[in-house]
């Protein structure tokens, strides 16, 4: 039976303060397009892939939690070029974590946006991601 599955994540909410300030710090590092915008709220896409949804809030909370007094991630992107990002961001100075290589799991670095909502990068050869 093919009904009722879950196929996959379409999107991730994440809080903002300034709805549009944030659409156009993501539009400008990562290449996202604005889509579906309304009131206190907008899609960023890749092409026609949905990535992120900006919420605007005046609300503290985002999209981060903590574990043993350590700040981590909600949200994990992947690339196929994990270096040249990470000097790229770093260069434009996104507070960015430093890059690790975890042998057979991959390389990965966090970056936190504009509000403090922390992200993490992958990327791994050996995982079937559609870009």
């Given at each position: ?86 000097r790229d961001l ?6 960015v974590g430093s ?9 990965f670095f966090t ?21």
């Amino acid at each position: 039976m093919d009904q009722g599955r879950i196929l996959g994540i379409a999107y991730t909410v994440v809080p903002v303060t300034d709805i549009k300030k944030s659409a156009d710090w993501f539009g400008k590092h990562f290449g996202f397009q604005v889509r579906h915008e309304r009131e206190g709220y907008l899609s960023l896409f890749r092409g026609n892939r949905p990535i992120l949804d900006l919420i605007q809030t005046d609300h503290e909370s985002r999209a981060v939690f903590q574990v043993n007094g350590k700040n981590r991630w909600v949200i994990t992107f992947f690339t196929d070029d994990i270096v040249s990002l990470h000097r790229d961001l770093k260069a434009s100075e996104v507070k960015v974590g430093s890059l690790s290589d975890e042998g057979h799991y991959g390389k990965f670095f966090t970056f936190e946006d504009l509000d403090g909502n922390l992200f993490d990068v992958w990327e791994h050869s050996d995982c079937e991601l559609v870009f």
